[in-house]
């Protein structure tokens, strides 16, 4: 990347919930330029500056405008930077929606598009890599301790990104950073950089407009040199066995077309345990048949003694791709989402069934985060075609009889649910059970429309409501936001 092309210093982007202030580049590849950015933020009375790491779309064939900001791409790459910002924005919605399921996954804050081109906001983390750590250890590596303290964490996370289809597919030192405590100490590892990851649909086939390729030497295993065209843990389970590797020797490790037999026995310290050198020389098997099968089954054999409740209650279904462009200054904000929904048998003064939980439920059962032009989280200005189907006033209590096959009736029906509920929260009880009468409600509705092979269809029709009805759920969401932090007080 030549670095006239990239945003100078100084330079203020405006974002959709705030303004930023590009203080310096922190890295850039072939399709994106990271830079470290200011920006004022308010806390209760008080107005502080914080930084943020964030991502800018921009490939090696483009160029800036004659303002030295807007993206301009030859007219044979046109269509190409098209798709490839399509999949930018979802890439970074997949991966605001995985930091909510883990909290060793960097987190995203917002996403916009501006100059052009697309932009999201990450979390700026001030510890230093795994390169760094063992630079900090004398350059000969971590003990086996340290290592499994840093990497049965990342290998959660992975697995939590595997359990919704996704693959990272850059997993080596450079990109798990340290993030600091208020004490300043280093203490939770954080996988970084998504620029390769990568969703794939249910026949495991990748959901992105451009070809998934890309490779790290020594942390790639051979099948990803080719290009990537079907979901398979095995890639990542490779790559994070090289960065355990990678941690108890303080060297990288070789190219996997180059491994000689034996090679990680022949490499690792004395000292570590059988278990270990056996998961990681399975792990980093040149043979993909060989190869250990899944990041479950990696962490068990390395010891995980502390899974984490949430990974048998993911948050999102797999991912359906969206079709949408963001456009300028229009946000998606999910900051305070729950990190997963509970269980229907948990009592209630157990629940955090609060008004996020039951947005999050509309948008996971619809596989729409957004939900499009983001209906239920900001309404924007974009026109919408009429909706002629309506409630009638004669039926003051809307009861859903279950799915019509009508995309818009049912859609209005959920709207018109949850527009009469909202307005009966006299409790916490009474937002306790709107959360499971519209995640139920939400469920039979996804069934159904997944069975019909039209899920997606029927996500669109939520693009289609009128007016009005999105002002009443506005209201009806303000209305329970409200009621929520009276509770709470």
């Not at 098209?82 to 991966?95: H, S, Y």
């Not at 086996?144 to 080596?172: F, T, W």
């Not at 980093?284 to 048949?289: H, I, K």
């Not at 039951?358 to 059962?365: D, E, G, H, Y």
Request: aromatic content about 8%.
């Amino acid at each position: 990347m030549r670095t006239e092309q990239m945003l100078k210093p100084g330079y203020v982007l405006v974002g959709g919930k705030r303004t930023y202030v590009i203080e310096k580049i922190l890295g850039s590849g072939g399709f994106g330029i990271t830079y470290k950015v200011k920006s004022r933020v308010q806390l209760d009375n008080i107005l502080t500056d914080v930084s943020f790491a964030v991502k800018e779309f921009f490939p090696d064939s483009c160029w800036r405008g004659s303002d030295s900001t807007t993206l301009i791409a030859p007219p044979t790459k046109q269509q190409e930077v098209g798709n490839g910002i399509k999949d930018f924005v979802n890439e970074a919605l997949r991966l605001q929606r995985a930091c909510h399921l883990n909290s060793n996954i960097v987190n995203v804050n917002e996403v916009f598009r501006a100059n052009g081109t697309a932009y999201y906001v990450l979390e700026y983390l001030e510890g230093g890599d795994l390169r760094k750590m063992v630079r900090d250890n004398g350059g000969n590596g971590v003990s086996e301790q340290q290592m499994l303290n840093v990497m049965l964490p990342i290998g959660r996370a992975l697995q939590c990104l595997h359990d919704n289809s996704m693959l990272h597919l850059d997993i080596k030192p450079d990109n798990i950073v340290m993030r600091r405590n208020s004490s300043g100490d280093d203490n939770e590892p954080v996988l970084i950089d998504f620029g390769l990851a990568t969703h794939f649909d249910k026949k495991g086939a990748p959901t992105t407009n451009t070809p998934t390729s890309g490779i790290s030497s020594g942390y790639s295993p051979m099948e990803q040199y080719a290009q990537i065209k079907r979901f398979d843990p095995r890639l990542d389970v490779y790559a994070f066995s090289a960065t355990c590797l990678y941690l108890l020797t303080g060297k990288d490790p070789d190219e996997a077309m180059y491994l000689p037999p034996n090679y990680v026995r022949d490499v690792i310290p004395s000292g570590v345990s059988e278990e270990v050198i056996c998961a990681i020389e399975r792990g980093m098997s040149m043979r993909r048949d060989e190869r250990v099968a899944s990041m479950k089954e990696m962490l068990d054999m390395l010891g995980n003694e502390n899974p984490p409740e949430i990974q048998d209650q993911i948050l999102v279904q797999p991912y359906q791709q969206q079709s949408a462009y963001l456009p300028d200054n229009v946000y998606t904000q999910l900051d305070n989402r729950p990190r997963r929904l509970q269980q229907p048998t948990a009592s209630k003064s157990s629940k955090k069934s609060t008004l996020k939980v039951v947005f999050l439920s509309l948008a996971i059962a619809l596989g729409l985060i957004a939900i499009s032009s983001l209906v239920f989280w900001a309404i924007n200005d974009k026109p919408k075609k009429e909706v002629v189907k309506k409630r009638s006033k004669s039926n003051p209590k809307p009861q859903s009889d279950g799915p019509t096959g009508d995309y818009e009736e049912d859609a209005m029906a959920i709207c018109d649910r949850f527009i009469y509920l909202a307005y009966r929260v006299k409790s916490q009880d009474d937002i306790n059970d709107l959360s499971d009468e519209m995640s139920e409600m939400l469920q039979e509705y996804e069934n159904y429309y997944q069975e019909k092979g039209e899920y997606q269809e029927f996500g669109k029709a939520f693009d289609n409501l009128d007016d009005d009805i999105k002002t009443k759920m506005e209201k009806a969401k303000k209305y329970v936001s409200e009621k929520e932090s009276e509770f709470s007080q």
